[in-house]
């Protein structure tokens, strides 16, 4: 079945020790999207790439960088973790920038545990 | 600024009881409105959409209308399943953001 894949389901990592996240979709969509999700509050767009131009949301902190190597891999790298970035994070896909009610189809998300 | 306010949860139903989740909106214009659900373990799915005024979006027994006057998009469903038991977000297109609501659990026992 066509999927978003995110690896791993948990990440546990160490104050201030960088992490990377990473998510694969086989569903050919052309823009992937980076959510974080912290305890009983709502998703939060933190980035997203239309094919390959990279879209920053205006209040993403600098700590938090994506790559996007291919149509099926993204990733996301948090080069200075901090308690407060303990999250679950969410990948997502579709198939074109403007939703025009177009589909979002999420991955399992990741939850990030910083000791 | 674009928000979606959702009501508090956990919900709690009998099977077979009707469901209501709140939902309202502030932006600017008229954007889609969507409902996601995230089964435990699992990610957000696409339940059911609406993308203008007095629309209704339906999807395995749930409903929801796009009322402007009103700024709402409650879920609906007349008779609930203990497999209905996850949380239900309620969001918005805004460019190329969906912008959530908080989310409203639903335990719904047998």
């Known amino acids: 079945d066509a999927m978003v894949i995110q690896n791993p389901r948990y990440q546990v990592t160490q104050f201030g020790k960088p992490v990377t996240l990473s998510c ?8 992937m999207y980076w959510y974080q999700q912290k305890s009983s509050q ?10 390959k131009d990279f879209n920053n949301e205006a209040d993403t902190p600098d700590n938090f960088q994506s790559r996007r190597p291919n149509t099926s891999f993204c990733f996301l790298d948090i080069r200075s973790p901090g308690l407060g970035d303990a999250a679950m994070y969410l990948c997502a896909t579709s198939r074109s920038v403007r939703f025009s009610a177009a589909e979002q189809y999420f991955g399992p998300g990741t939850r990030l545990t910083v000791t | 600024g674009n928000s979606v306010t959702q009501m508090e949860g956990p919900v709690t139903l009998s099977e077979e009881a009707f469901l209501t989740i709140n939902c309202t909106y502030t932006a600017t214009g008229y954007p889609s409105l969507f409902w996601y659900v995230q089964y435990p373990g699992e990610g957000l799915q696409l339940l059911l959409k609406a993308t203008k005024a007095d629309d209704k979006g339906s999807n395995k027994g749930f409903e929801a209308t796009y009322r402007k006057e009103t700024t709402s998009f409650h879920l609906e ?12 977000f309620c969001a918005l297109e805004a460019g190329t953001a969906l912008i959530f609501g908080k989310g409203t659990t639903l335990s719904v026992s047998s």
Do not use: E, I, M, R
Not at chain 1, 42 to 51: E, I, R
């Open chain 1, 42 to 51: 709502a998703p939060k767009l933190l980035f997203h790439y239309y094919d």
């Open chain 2, 77 to 88: 469903k007349g008779s609930v399943q203990v497999s209905d038991s996850a949380v239900y």
């Open chain 1, 24 to 31: 694969s979709q086989t569903l050919n969509h052309n823009v």
